[in-house]
Structure formats: structure tokens, C-alpha cells
């Protein structure tokens, strides 16, 4: 069987390395990083992941836009798309839902508990 391929779209290095670490050594899964947006939308049209993980706050274009871009794209629409986020207010929490997000991970997470974290909302066998 082949190995769920995962992209991590986060501008932080650190966060993108241990994510990546986490999902590897724990959750046994094929991952992809990318540093921004644009490099985001770039390695999905490429690369199809099984899922996404998308930082909500990055400069230039944000979470929300990368999302978006996504949706319009026939290629990519059909993505699941976790967000990565420290906003974790239930308006911020309401407004992620109505976008059609398939979850949300409140950043900081705990390492060894994220590639079940992210197997438990996708409904995957981990």
C-alpha cells in the first residue's frame, strides 16, 4: 500500500521541520513542505497530497487566500485542508468552518500526538 503523501504549507522553518519529523517517524506518511502560499499552491498542483496542513497567518498570501486558491482550482478542490493556527476563538473556529475547511489544529501542538490529530480528522487508520 502506498504512503498517504501529506503537504505542510507553513512559513516557519521550525514548525514545518517538526511537523514533517512527526508525520514521517509516527504517522508513516510521505511529506512535502512548502514556505509560502504561492510555493503551497505550486507543490499541490504538482505533487496531488492526500491532505494538506496550511498555516492560517503567513506573509504575502495568508491561509485564507492559499485555501481559496485551492477551492477555484479543479486540480485541487477536492484536497482535504487542515489548518495550523493559534487563533482558536470560536468565531475564528466558526469562520474556518463555513470556509469548508475539513479541520483545525491549534498551533502549538504537541508532536508525537499530531499524526493522530490529523489521521482522527481525516477518518484515516492510523
Same mark, same amino acid.
Given at each position: 500500500?502506498?504512503?498517504?503523501?501529506?503537504?505542510?504549507?507553513?512559513?516557519?522553518?521550525?514548525?514545518?521541520?517538526?511537523?514533517?519529523?512527526?508525520?514521517?517517524?509516527?504517522?508513516?506518511?510521505?511529506?512535502?513542505?512548502?514556505?509560502?502560499?504561492?510555493?503551497?499552491?505550486?507543490?499541490?498542483?504538482?505533487?496531488?497530497?492526500?491532505?494538506?496542513?496550511?498555516?492560517?497567518?503567513?506573509?504575502?498570501? %495568508?491561509?485564507?487566500a492559499t485555501f481559496k486558491?485551492?477551492?477555484?482550482?479543479?486540480?485541487?478542490?477536492?484536497?482535504?485542508?487542515?489548518?495550523?493556527?493559534?487563533?482558536?476563538?470560536?468565531? %475564528?473556529?466558526?469562520?474556518?468552518?463555513?470556509?469548508?475547511?475539513?479541520?483545525?489544529?491549534?498551533?502549538p501542538f504537541k508532536t508525537?500526538?499530531?499524526?493522530?490529530?490529523?489521521?482522527?480528522?481525516?477518518?484515516?487508520?492510523?
Amino acid at each position: 500500500m502506498k504512503a498517504r503523501h501529506i503537504l505542510i504549507i507553513d512559513d516557519e522553518e521550525d514548525i514545518r521541520a517538526v511537523a514533517q519529523l512527526a508525520l514521517e517517524a509516527v504517522g508513516g506518511w510521505q511529506v512535502s513542505t512548502a514556505s509560502s502560499g504561492s510555493e503551497g499552491l505550486n507543490q499541490a498542483y504538482l505533487k496531488n497530497p492526500d491532505a494538506i496542513l496550511l498555516d492560517v497567518m503567513m506573509p504575502d498570501m %495568508d491561509g485564507i487566500a492559499t485555501f481559496k486558491a485551492l477551492q477555484l482550482n479543479v486540480l485541487t478542490q477536492q484536497i482535504p485542508v487542515i489548518l495550523l493556527t493559534a487563533k482558536v476563538f470560536s468565531a %475564528d473556529q466558526r469562520r474556518f468552518a463555513e470556509l469548508g475547511v475539513t479541520g483545525v489544529i491549534a498551533k502549538p501542538f504537541k508532536t508525537m500526538n499530531l499524526a493522530d490529530q490529523v489521521a482522527d480528522i481525516l477518518g484515516w487508520d492510523n
